[in-house]
């Protein structure tokens, strides 16, 4: 049996002894249940060459990935920015054994709801790797915290409370940068204050209340055995969703407290330097620190008597001046003015193999690598050989995708193209190139547009684009988490903004189209809320406030249109969609 213990070996102990030992370099960033989120390798190799030139500047996190084009990580602070939200969160230089699982570019990852795979926190996964090597046949993950058991004969992941099963990969990717000398156990600048004191630096301070407030929430909640249970411990490994979550309860570390509550006393006077302002009012949207961790913990610091100021945020401005029926006037170029979706009925006169083999190439001689979707080895069958094959295509035959050359067993495309929305178009998973129209499940709705006699902060001369987004409630299709069942359609019709000007409007032509290939919203579990079966964003993110930008909503943010242009681009929606 193995026991998670001998992976914490992988790691060295604080203050590696030899001075020039070299050590994985492995930056990571902490979520709101107090846990180190590894970034991937590619990324730590852009910051470390980044941090080269300049230890105290800023790094751009989408020249590596283009799903984190809206991130900034500012070393000077050493946290990670969400520039369309404001959200910031600590971030770490972490180092590890060059022989452990980052040295090697090995991956664990597990498979989350809607089959997208999540890799676990890097002690963990170099814990399972070393268990792995050891050819154990399986792994406890109970003495680190999670009631979970690791199968390596099934690659499945079972919790012990449910007894839900998930499926396991291993997967070969970039190893991680190296570097030597003589290096701590983690850094995070800037330095503290003297020997033996306790660092009052906003950064360590962020990091303390984050984790304060993650453990006094577990803790409240093993000590009231009235309340209902969580449904489980948080699995691990898990990363927050961006503008929705998958389909299922709410993350376990996030309860009542998220929600605005009964009103409490009047704010008192800033406190002594060094102490964060925290929150208490505005739960509802992002800040400085996300407002519903920073109410959180505001709340259980004070409780526990620790020092931090409590200030009300300054009311944000969501809307604008009142504008008559006369002022309105049409986008310039952008003929319309309103956009209906109605449900639109999948195709079935293709069947999923025809689907996969118009975008690969067959591979007459694999290389000696594993299937990415099985784990298989491409020279071997496919795991996937039960899955029945119109035209009996053999378990063994590995196909190529046309354009990033990413290879697979045709059997393993088949499956995964039929457990998504079988739509036409297929997305890699390895890069997530996508082949083809990528459709959403988004319900019917109608989306307006138009220009309002006002500028943006940032603005100034330039008229305003607003669109209007109303979704009604409904039924959830054969498409949604839970087909039959009602959805609810929180805070609409909902504005969003753009300026007018020559991006702004192009950002509005392409929202246009992923409008109409139902990408902007769809049916899930609310960030905010907690709530299941509800209406939310769909990873293209939107301006709601108009007139400031307190909650990271607004105006003025300089990086915004080339964000969204991004995150459209990642959905499959570019210039050359405008020519379809």
């Known amino acids: 049996m193995a026991r ?94 060059p022989s452990s699982a980052p040295g090697k570019g090995i991956v664990w990852e597990w498979e ?114 009235c309340a209902a ?5 948080a699995e691990p490994g898990r990363a927050p969703a961006r503008s929705h979550s998958a389909p299922g309860a709410p993350p376990p570390a996030l309860n009542n407290l998220n929600r605005p509550g009964p009103r409490r006393p009047p704010a008192r006077p800033a406190g002594p330097p060094g102490v964060p302002a925290l929150p208490v009012k505005n739960l509802n949207g992002p800040g400085p620190v996300h407002p519903a961790l920073a109410g959180m913990t505001g709340i259980l610091l004070c409780a526990a008597g620790l020092p931090v100021c409590l200030t009300r945020a300054p009311k944000p401005v969501l809307h604008p001046p009142p504008v008559s029926k006369s002022d309105i006037r049409p986008v310039p170029g952008i003929p319309g003015g309103c956009r209906k979706t109605k449900k639109k009925h999948l195709k079935k006169s293709k069947n999923p193999e025809d689907v996969v083999r118009r975008y690969i190439q067959k591979v007459k001689t694999p290389p000696d690598e594993d299937c990415t979707i099985c784990m298989e080895r491409l020279g071997a069958p496919s795991g996937y050989e039960g899955v029945l094959s119109p035209r009996g295509a053999k378990p063994e035959l590995v196909g190529k995708l046309g354009r990033c050359g990413h290879m697979y067993h045709l059997l393993c495309l088949v499956a995964m193209y039929s457990n998504g929305n079988k739509d036409g178009s297929l997305q890699c998973p390895t890069c997530k190139a996508i082949y083809g129209e990528k459709t959403g499940t988004q319900p019917p709705g109608k989306m307006e547009f138009h220009l309002i006699p006002h500028s943006l902060p940032g603005y100034t001369g330039s008229k305003t684009i607003r669109i209007v987004y109303d979704i009604p409630t409904g039924i959830q299709g054969p498409e949604h988490p839970n087909p039959g069942k009602k959805f609810t359609a929180r805070g609409f019709p909902r504005h969003c903004y753009l300026p007018d000007n020559e991006q702004g409007r192009k950002v509005l032509k392409l929202l246009l189209v992923a409008w109409d290939r139902r990408l902007i919203f769809t049916v899930g579990t609310s ?3 907690g709530e299941s079966d509800t209406v939310v964003w769909n990873e293209i993110h939107h301006k709601t406030e108009f007139g400031s930008n307190l909650t990271g909503h607004g105006y003025p943010d300089p990086n915004y249109l080339d964000n969204v242009l991004a995150e459209l681009l990642a959905q499959g929606v570019s210039e050359a969609s405008l020519k379809d």
């Open 229 to 233: 249970p969580p449904a489980g411990r």
């Open 4 to 97: 998670p213990g001998s992976g914490l070996s992988a790691r060295g102990g604080p203050g590696f002894a030899a001075p020039h030992v070299a050590r994985v370099v492995v930056w990571e960033w902490l979520n709101e249940h107090g846990r180190w989120r590894p970034y991937s390798a590619a990324v730590c190799h852009h910051i470390e060459n980044a941090l080269k030139e300049d230890a105290r500047g800023s790094v751009l996190l989408g020249q590596a990935d283009a799903q984190l084009a809206p991130y900034v990580l500012d070393l000077q602070a050493m946290q990670q920015l969400r520039q369309d939200t404001g959200t910031r969160r600590p971030v770490r230089r972490n180092f590890y054994d």
């Open 527 to 529: 960030n905010t809320t």
């Open 112 to 225: 989350s709801d809607g089959s997208s795979w999540t890799p676990y926190d890097m002690e963990l996964c170099i814990t399972i790797q070393n268990a792995y090597e050891k050819q154990h046949p399986w792994l406890d993950l109970s003495s680190l915290g999670f009631g979970y058991l690791i199968s390596f004969g099934s690659m499945a992941q079972t919790n012990r409370q449910t007894q839900r099963r998930r499926r396991l990969r291993r997967r070969m990717d970039l190893a991680y940068p190296l570097t030597a000398g003589s290096i701590p156990k983690s850094q995070s600048w800037p330095v503290g204050a003297g020997p033996g004191q306790p660092c009052r630096c906003p950064q360590c301070l962020l990091v303390s209340s984050t984790r304060a407030a993650s453990n006094a929430i577990l803790a409240s909640q093993r000590r009231q055995p």
